[in-house]
């Protein structure tokens, strides 16, 4: 297994969620991570990515001001923070990795990311 996704769960409307993503083997050495999610009955969308290199930030209109992207480095590990959940958050959300080290305009790309979890299901309902 190179990505383990882990955190999903239930939670009502304005709820929090912290969801992590750990990597192993080769995907150790990604340079970029990302999540996305894919929601009922929609295709799979870019949420956030990090490049560990310099902390390169990149996220979804959807979640900017709510979503937080971070890494540690001693844990091969990153992790995305959810606040202020809505039920439009619900989805399967993916943890994705690349060896290189992406620009702003590629980190969105689907087809850049080698590795991929298996994902955590988010579930955002009263």
């Known amino acids: 297994v190179q990505l383990q996704a882990s955190g999903g769960g239930m939670v009502q409307p304005g709820g929090s969620l912290k969801l992590s993503c750990s990597a192993s083997?080769?995907?150790?050495?990604?340079?970029?991570m990302a999540w996305f999610r894919r929601a009922p009955g929609k295709e799979r969308e870019f949420v956030a990515a990090?490049?560990?290199?310099?902390?390169?930030?990149t996220y979804a209109d959807s979640a900017k001001g709510r979503f937080t992207i971070s890494k540690d480095n001693t844990k091969n590990t990153i992790y995305l923070q959810m606040n202020s959940l809505e039920p439009k958050d619900t989805a399967v959300y993916y943890c994705?990795?690349?060896?290189?080290?992406?620009?702003?305009?590629?980190?969105?790309?689907?087809?850049?990311?080698?590795?991929w979890g298996v994902g955590t299901q988010v579930t955002v309902s009263s």
């Open positions: 990090i490049r560990k290199p310099d902390n390169g930030r």
């Open positions: 083997g080769r995907a150790v050495s990604a340079r970029t």
């Open positions: 994705a990795a690349t060896l290189s080290g992406l620009i702003v305009s590629a980190r969105d790309m689907q087809n850049q990311y080698e590795y």
